[in-house]
């Protein structure tokens, strides 16, 4: 069956200072990778995706994920943070052996400190 | 930019009582899912359907819990009666193609929050 991890609830970051989200994931299959932000009382946006290629997707409002297929990680990161980008983030997985199915981790909750 | 719309956003209900949430996905996209999400957890998918056909609903407690897309474009979730433990967030998703394709990004609409008193 497929998972997926994140383990840290928080993170905590000043203002400026580089961001990074944790997620491992177990799949059986090839992996397809998402990144999911949502806002208080808001339902989820996505930020991005690695299906194939490049390590390194670029996605929305400055996020960037770095695929490491031998360390089964996909880490969300930002090169510097700002006080919008406190939110809950969700890292989830999709395998074609699991049916398409959406495996979503447990979320992080991240805290920019001005 | 072309948005998932729910409603209703709040609901309170006693127990026992019914409710019903309603969904209306992007237009176009094929596919459409109800996840609920429990304060503090990530979304899990009760119900997937394509088109106007359910391709999973494993995880939907079928005793109280229905989901119908008749025409195939919006979609009603019902639970009848209401338990304290249904208290989440309803959340629905949509995506252009679905089962058809793996890479498929779904796109999330803002929830319904249910409160079960």
């Known amino acids: 069956a497929q998972s997926v991890a994140q383990p840290e609830d928080q993170v905590n970051v000043a203002e400026g200072n580089p961001l990074t989200v944790k997620c491992t994931y177990s799949v059986s299959g090839n992996p397809y990778l998402f990144w999911y932000v949502q806002y208080p009382n808001r339902g989820l946006q996505f930020l991005l995706k690695?299906?194939?290629?490049?390590?390194l997707v670029k996605g929305s409002y400055g996020f960037e994920a770095e695929f490491n297929k031998s360390q089964t990680s996909f880490h969300l990161k930002k090169p510097s943070a700002l006080v919008s980008d406190s939110a809950l983030y969700f890292c989830a997985v999709r395998d074609r052996a699991a049916g398409n199915k959406l495996t979503f981790g447990g979320g992080t909750r991240v805290l920019v400190k001005p | 930019e072309a948005e998932v719309a729910q409603s209703p956003r709040y609901k309170i209900t006693e127990k026992s009582q019914a409710v019903a949430f309603w969904c209306d996905p992007i237009?176009?996209?094929?596919?459409l899912y109800w996840y609920r999400q429990i304060l503090g957890q990530g979304p899990e998918l009760l119900v997937q359907?394509?088109?106007?056909?359910?391709?999973?609903d494993s995880q939907l407690p079928k005793d109280r819990f229905s989901a119908e897309r008749l025409k195939g474009v919006d979609s009603t979730l019902k639970i009848q009666p209401a338990e304290l433990g249904d208290s989440a967030m309803y959340l629905c998703?949509?995506?252009?193609?679905?089962?058809?394709?793996?890479?498929?990004?779904?796109?999330f609409g803002p929830g319904t929050r249910l409160t079960v008193l």
């Open positions: 690695y299906i194939t290629g490049d390590n």
């Open positions: 998703a949509s995506s252009p193609r679905g089962l058809a394709d793996t890479t498929d990004t779904q796109y």
């Open positions: 237009s176009g996209h094929a596919t």
């Open positions: 359907f394509q088109d106007e056909s359910v391709v999973d």
